[in-house]
């Protein structure tokens, strides 16, 4: 595999983390963030890794250098899948099929940028046009949702020579999240309805959205926010304008936290919410680890994003709009009979479409095509 460094808690590097401990075959990757040597990994690393020497970085635009790991990568005959979004991964992409015509060489696609007007956003749809027509050529392109397969073909690449392979969770994740035992109807049917957000507190993820909707309710609620990030204490100051005087509702902020105390939020929330507004959230790896653990996981459905296809539920039939979240979450918090049978039906889909069994199953027969 061929990847940038280093693993971290965000859905890209799990999910290439989580490959590379079933392939067991060596991990190539570049610092294009500098922080590789500063940083221990936020996941333990038991497969081997070899870094590449590179360029200093320009933006995260690194390039590698000439040195024997690098002509040894270029020259095997073994498979070679990288992992992008990477501008460095994809150009060894490119000089490895020059090298070798023949090798199978595949690549990951995570999902798709947003090109606006600023020059940065520019680059990086420059970025992108050039990344769709290098993995039309290569031997297969691995994607995350039926959503961004669609959108891969529209955008030039062989439907034979894609498959979708849905994110998954750690065994460890999988297991802790599916012995959680939810409480039965009557004991939270007086509780106000907690809602949970767990993310990066900046970018894209919304969390603006998700406390004005929580606005509009009528009926007693409270929000967990899991998370740091430089628009925390933006954040901050809204949750105490928009509910310092209110009787209904509470936001508490509990910043970056433990696995462990990640765990004892999903077990006590009723539902999670995941408000992001951009293509760049295609795949919440935190609505699997709701879903494992009997919540409903709601999110939006956007262009190019199979965000909102994660999580759909048949008995939530909703527009998964911005302007319809506070409507749904009012009806969530009127109903906890409906919030438990969510939360059954979410579990259930998770065990019939993202379980790290059908993930294993998925990933082999692929690998073995």
């Excluded at 500063?38 to 635009?61: H, M, N, W």
Aim: charged share 20%; with cysteine; proline share 7%.
């Amino acid at each position: 595999m061929l990847r940038e460094w280093p693993p971290g808690y965000g859905g890209i590097e799990r999910v290439a983390h989580e490959l590379a401990e079933v392939w067991g075959g060596t991990v190539w990757s570049f610092d294009a963030q500098g922080r590789g040597w500063a940083e221990q990994d936020a996941l333990p690393v038991t497969y081997k890794r070899r870094r590449l020497f590179c360029t200093p970085s320009i933006g995260r635009l690194v390039l590698p250098l000439p040195s024997r790991a690098l002509w040894a990568l270029l020259t095997s005959s073994h498979p070679l899948h990288g992992h992008l979004p990477s501008p460095g991964v994809l150009l060894l992409l490119v000089l490895a099929r020059f090298v070798r015509p023949k090798r199978r060489i595949t690549a990951h696609w995570h999902f798709f940028f947003e090109p606006r007007g600023s020059l940065r956003q520019r680059v990086f749809g420059f970025y992108q046009w050039l990344a769709l027509r290098v993995v039309a050529q290569l031997s297969g392109v691995v994607t995350t949702s039926p959503l961004l397969r669609d959108e891969l073909v529209r955008s030039g690449c062989h439907s034979n020579r894609l498959i979708v392979l849905p994110c998954c969770l750690s065994a460890e994740q999988e297991n802790q999240g599916l012995a959680i035992q939810r409480l039965p109807p009557s004991s939270i049917v007086k509780d106000p309805m907690r809602v949970l957000f767990i993310g990066r507190l900046g970018s894209y993820k919304r969390l603006d959205w998700l406390m004005e909707s929580l606005s509009q309710l009528i009926t007693p609620w409270c929000l967990d926010v899991v998370g740091d990030g430089p628009s925390r204490a933006a954040f901050e100051a809204m949750a105490s304008d928009l509910f310092s005087s209110s009787t209904l509702g509470e936001v508490q902020f509990f910043g970056q936290s433990s696995e462990l105390d990640k765990n004892h939020r999903l077990r006590l929330a009723d539902v999670l919410v995941l408000p992001s507004d951009s293509s760049n959230e295609a795949f919440g790896i935190v609505q699997l680890e709701a879903m494992a653990s009997g919540l409903p996981a709601l999110a939006f459905q956007l262009p190019r994003s199979g965000m909102g296809w994660v999580g759909e539920l048949p008995d939530l039939p909703w527009s998964q709009n911005q302007k319809d979240l506070g409507m749904v979450l009012q009806r969530l918090a009127d109903d906890p009979l409906l919030r438990c049978h969510l939360g059954a039906q979410a579990r259930q889909r998770y065990v019939d479409v993202f379980s790290r069994k059908i993930w294993l199953d998925q990933l082999t027969q692929w690998t073995h095509a």
